[in-house]
């Protein structure tokens, strides 16, 4: 199980790369001082996986200029993603890394194999700069996700990063922020009980 704060699992695999049209390794420690966004997905050529693809799209541009990458992840091999990127008009829209994960060892080491159905759970993750998890979320395999949420988390976690604070003056996310919103500035023990 993962845990916020920690190391994610650091994992080599093969993904394919759309906007290249190649087949390359992804190794997750060489994007150490980026932001990583990864969606789980149980399988390709399922329904709701090539919404939750194409959403990720959508915002794709955004999440980069915030320094971040965003790779997908199921346990179909890499050959298996570019036919369902050839023939997915959904999918066909996607520009970033498709990774494989056929042993289930990226699903199992980051808690998101499913040992009863034998695909991974639908979820994601998003890991700090540092390679340290920030964010976690598994849900039923037949929702989809909201990717404006795990957008705006991105840009909470990434005012949190740049904003370390101390143990006595810190700030904090409320909840329903939105960018651009102001952020709580607590001060111990003055603050206490008054939010």
């Not at 494989?100 to 991974?120: L, R």
Request: hydrophobic fraction near 40%; proline fraction near 6%; charge should be negative.
């Amino acid at each position: 199980m993962l845990t916020i704060g920690k190391p994610a699992p650091d994992f080599t695999a093969r993904a394919f790369f759309p906007a290249e049209k190649k087949v390359k390794p992804v190794k997750l420690s060489d994007y150490k001082g980026k932001w990583v966004v990864i969606t789980f997905h149980p399988g390709d050529f399922t329904f709701v996986c090539a919404t939750d693809l194409e959403a990720f799209q959508s915002y794709y541009d955004k999440f980069r200029a915030l320094n971040a990458e965003v790779f997908a992840i199921s346990e179909d091999t890499v050959f298996s993603h570019k036919v369902w990127w050839e023939t997915s008009p959904r999918v066909k829209k996607v520009t970033y890394p498709l990774i494989e994960d056929v042993t289930h060892k990226i699903a199992t080491d980051y808690g998101f194999y499913n040992e009863e159905s034998g695909m991974t759970r639908r979820g994601t993750v998003i890991i700090d700069p540092n390679g340290n998890v920030q964010y976690v979320s598994v849900f039923n395999d037949r929702l989809g996700k909201d990717v404006r949420h795990v957008l705006n988390a991105l840009k909470g976690l990434k005012y949190i990063y740049e904003h370390p604070g101390t143990a006595e003056e810190f700030d904090i996310i409320p909840a329903n922020w939105e960018e651009g919103a102001p952020v709580i500035k607590i001060r111990v023990p003055d603050d206490i009980g008054k939010l």
